[in-house]
């Protein structure tokens, strides 16, 4: 008759290894609400610490201010400059969402992105920013 002990051992055993090789890969992967990577600690303090501002322009076709431009600046400290950022205006109604195209941040870490007529500040409700490496 085999040995159930035996074979309950080397079960545990089996199962200890695997469950260490996940917990170690785990480990290495940085998880915040901003950024999924593994040694994105950059990344994350650039968006984290990153400020936008907007101008306005009077569009006297609609007869309303539309968001004119979108400027992301990042703390000198934090070396941003070269890293990608992205930008979307969100409310309602259309054309809200509005995603603006990536642009890589210049040298001292900031990027302005020029809006197309037709966005109006009254409906934006807010501005998301993702700073990538």
């Keep these: 008759m085999k040995n159930p002990k035996k074979r309950w051992l080397v079960a545990g055993v089996a199962a200890a290894t695997l469950a260490g090789g996940a917990y ?25 610490n990153a400020a936008v501002s907007y101008t306005t322009v009077w569009n006297s076709t609609l007869i309303e201010f539309d968001v004119g431009t979108v400027t992301v600046t990042t703390p000198a400290s934090q070396s941003c400059g070269g890293l990608n950022a992205d930008v979307a205006l969100t409310g309602s109604p259309a054309p809200l969402p509005f995603a603006l195209p990536a642009q890589v941040l ?21 501005v998301h920013v993702a700073i990538t490496g």
């Excluded at 890969?25 to 984290?48: E, H, I, Y």
Aim: one cysteine or more; charged letters at 5%.
């Design 24 to 48: 170690a890969f785990a480990a290495t992967l940085n998880v915040t609400s901003n950024t999924l990577a593994a040694g994105s600690a950059q990344v994350g303090a650039c968006n984290a």
């Design 106 to 126: 210049d040298a001292v870490g900031s990027a302005t992105w020029t809006v197309p007529p037709g966005v109006p500040v009254a409906n934006v409700t807010d």
